[in-house]
């Protein structure tokens, strides 16, 4: 939405415009950041609970909003760690079925250290899933059908984003999201 962002929500803007969107990593994003129906927000994820009521209340402004159509919550500080980040994701994910939210809202999952399960840490596929800070990706399930509906062959994304990062290289994605987040630490 097209509001003072914070500079983490800045940067986290610039890496869906220069990285997803560039890339193609999501064939939807492009649509909502021209309609800017995309919200940024930051908060503080040292505290569990603080940063859960802040998802249902997420939750409750796309209810309220509907020309929200998607949320990214940047969580800094508080999940730096990957595994206390899948944890909490865990609890999210079951905190938003127990609020009746399951088949409403989605979560997206994104971390700097983002690691699929069996695969080595320095794999670029890895980076299809890795951002500049951790962070809960809130959509609506009934736009991401809409959106899935209208695209052939979307099966095929991950298969294509694996391949399209593994071209890439490690060392020039980890550069690319090392500068986006330099962007925020030097000020």
Request: include cysteine.
């Amino acid at each position: 939405m097209s509001v003072s962002l914070t500079p983490a929500c800045a940067a986290t803007r610039a890496w869906v415009e220069r990285f997803v969107v560039a890339r193609n990593v999501c064939p939807f994003a492009r649509r909502e950041l021209v309609n800017d129906t995309v919200r940024f927000v930051e908060l503080e994820a040292g505290a569990w609970e603080f940063a859960l009521e802040a998802l249902i209340d997420e939750c409750r402004r796309l209810d309220a909003t509907p020309g929200i159509e998607t949320t990214l919550m940047v969580l800094r500080p508080g999940l730096e760690d990957f595994d206390d980040y899948l944890d909490f994701l865990a609890v999210a994910e079951v905190l938003l079925v127990e609020q009746g939210y399951e088949g409403v809202f989605q979560l997206a999952s994104f971390h700097p250290d983002y690691c699929f399960e069996g695969a080595a840490t320095d794999d670029p596929a890895n980076f299809t899933n890795r951002s500049p800070w951790p962070m809960l990706h809130l959509l609506r399930e009934a736009g991401l059908e809409r959106a899935l509906s209208h695209y052939s062959d979307p099966e095929a994304i991950p298969e294509r984003n694996v391949e399209a990062m593994r071209k890439l290289g490690t060392e020039q994605l980890v550069d690319e999201l090392a500068s986006l987040r330099a962007s925020v630490d030097k000020r």
